[in-house]
């Protein structure tokens, strides 16, 4: 009887503390609730059996609640490695995902749709590959040159490398923040704003205050519902934290919610209908443009599986480079001469005379066979 007491003790320590380390938490919600309790209930059970029903925890847990979806990382745990990524033509978050191969990928930094170009700084390596100072709509924008200082000092997510022995760790900081010291900056992707341990509205230019301190605009409707992207740093662990359609928030929101998360750093990416998640072990699709069509995207933040170096270069000789233009029909060529109001075009037909509308001028576009 002391034999079987004993031996039930024994079994009852070992599932507490298997409880401890694999009841992964999220916002201080189990993953995997009771599951072990019932084991103990089972008075037969034996060790080995204990062995077989203890799970590992796992690097990558997802929790969605009341539609917020914490995306728990263990980077200890992880085998692949996590980093930004770019397209040089905008595409969607699934087309990356489909083609990379990657097991997360998650949308990042800001762009401007109309010329395809990065309005956010993105590190891989060591180089700045995406720099928003040669994005000529955004330094050309008379209207942002006063605050152009603080739209590119905003936050970014950064992988760090120890110079003493190669190790990685994680933080978040303002564009022109150095690196602490012993470290480089090997991986970095700019959004904005920060939200932890500060929210830094106002430093980078999220909104815009007059003499009194009174919000006059905000940018990326930072105080308004909308779906959001956040990723954000609890001790060792990383979480992206998206907000979907289902629950949005704005950015003072996500602060608090994050605040009462424990989260110790934290910072927004893109948000809106650019918000997009795809997590290949939940078959996990997060899209949330208005028609529930994927919005393309530039810059994004993914985790890969280990050796995966072959499938990436691979995707990279697609997307990261740009489309070949199209060369012109010699034989039907248009041309365009700019000193008189002729389009001279090379066909082998009939010649014609076509009449523009009023708004030419009534001037004649003549159409002529080269002989």
Excluded at 15 to 30: I, M, Q, S
Excluded at 81 to 88: D, F, L, M, R, S
Excluded at 92 to 121: C, I, M
Excluded at 239 to 259: G, N, R, W
């Amino acid at each position: 009887m002391k034999k079987f007491l004993l031996l039930q003790f024994v079994l009852a320590m070992t599932v507490l503390t298997a409880e401890a380390n694999v009841g992964v938490k999220v916002f201080d919600f189990p993953v995997e609730k009771g599951a072990l309790k019932e084991v103990v209930n089972k008075q037969q059970v034996k060790p080995e059996e204990i062995k077989q029903t203890v799970q590992q925890p796992k690097d990558i847990v997802v929790e969605n609640i009341n539609g917020i979806y914490f995306i728990k990382i263990t980077p200890s745990l992880l085998k692949g490695e996590i980093k930004p990524y770019y397209v040089w033509h905008l595409t969607t978050n699934r087309d990356v995902y489909d083609q990379t191969g990657a097991r997360l990928v998650v949308n990042s930094g800001f762009f401007d749709p109309r010329n395809e170009q990065t309005v956010s700084y993105l590190t891989l390596n060591g180089k700045v590959v995406l720099n928003p100072k040669i994005n000529k709509n955004l330094m050309g924008n008379k209207h942002l040159q006063p605050y152009m200082d603080k739209i590119l000092n905003r936050s970014e997510f950064r992988v760090l490398k120890s110079t003493a022995n190669g190790k990685l760790k994680y933080d978040i900081a303002p564009h022109n923040a150095k690196a602490p010291e012993g470290y480089e900056v090997l991986h970095a992707m700019q959004g904005g704003p920060a939200l932890l341990p500060k929210l830094r509205l106002d430093e980078e230019f999220f909104v815009l205050t007059d003499k009194s301190g009174k919000i006059i605009s905000q940018s990326a409707s930072s105080l308004s519902k909308y779906a959001r992207t956040l990723i954000a740093i609890k001790g060792e662990d990383l979480y992206f934290v998206i907000a979907t359609t289902d629950h949005p928030v704005s950015l003072p929101e996500a602060a608090e919610i994050l605040k009462k998360a424990g989260m110790e750093k934290a910072m927004a990416f893109d948000g809106g209908g650019s918000v997009s998640v795809d997590f290949r072990d939940k078959n996990l699709h997060i899209i949330s443009d208005k028609d529930q069509t994927a919005r393309k995207l530039k810059s994004f933040m993914i985790i890969t599986y280990a050796n995966q170096s072959k499938q990436l270069e691979e995707a990279n000789q697609t997307l990261q480079r740009p489309k070949p233009k199209v060369e012109d029909d010699d034989e039907n060529a248009i041309k365009l001469d700019l000193s008189n109001t002729e389009v001279k075009q090379e066909v082998k037909s009939e010649r014609r005379e076509i009449k523009t509308s009023p708004n030419t001028k009534k001037q004649d576009l003549k159409i002529k066979q080269e002989k």
